[in-house]
């Protein structure tokens, strides 16, 4: 629909470049640009796009190389952010303590909801156990 608007949240670190790092389509205008900082070397950003020319399938090719002004470059940023707050984290002090105490954590987590659900089950049979219809 010509006018229509696509909003989209794309996470980004504090070296995006709004400029170079926002995909680009012809067929699209940025309308709008908001950045929300949620930790110190992360964050999200709010785009806003709106329609101003119909797609044409004949410039698919087109479209993709010029998604990105920086090619792959600009995409790496985005696609790879999980790895790069992890190089991030490692970086600070007490990363590994807090590591092992979040690894132990799960485990317990994990190892709790077993044992629930085990005796879940064995109450279960339980109940029905005489329950066979006989007298």
Avoid at 20 to 44: I, M
Avoid at 89 to 110: I, L, M, S, V
């Amino acid at each position: 629909k010509m006018g229509g608007r696509l909003v989209y949240v794309i996470p980004s670190m504090m070296d995006f470049d709004e400029n170079e790092d926002v995909p680009r389509h012809e067929c699209l205008k940025l309308v709008s640009l908001c950045y929300q900082p949620l930790q110190t070397e992360l964050g999200r950003r709010t785009i806003t796009m709106e329609k101003i020319k119909e797609y044409d399938e004949n410039k698919r090719s087109h479209y993709l190389e010029n998604t990105w002004a920086n090619g792959a470059e600009s995409a790496e940023k985005c696609a790879n952010i999980r790895e790069r707050l992890l190089e991030v984290a490692k970086t600070k002090p007490g990363y590994e303590e807090k590591a092992a105490f979040r690894k132990q954590k799960r485990k317990a987590t994990k190892e709790a909801k077993k044992k629930a659900k085990r005796e879940a089950s064995t109450k279960e049979v339980e109940g029905t156990a005489g329950q066979d219809g006989c007298s």
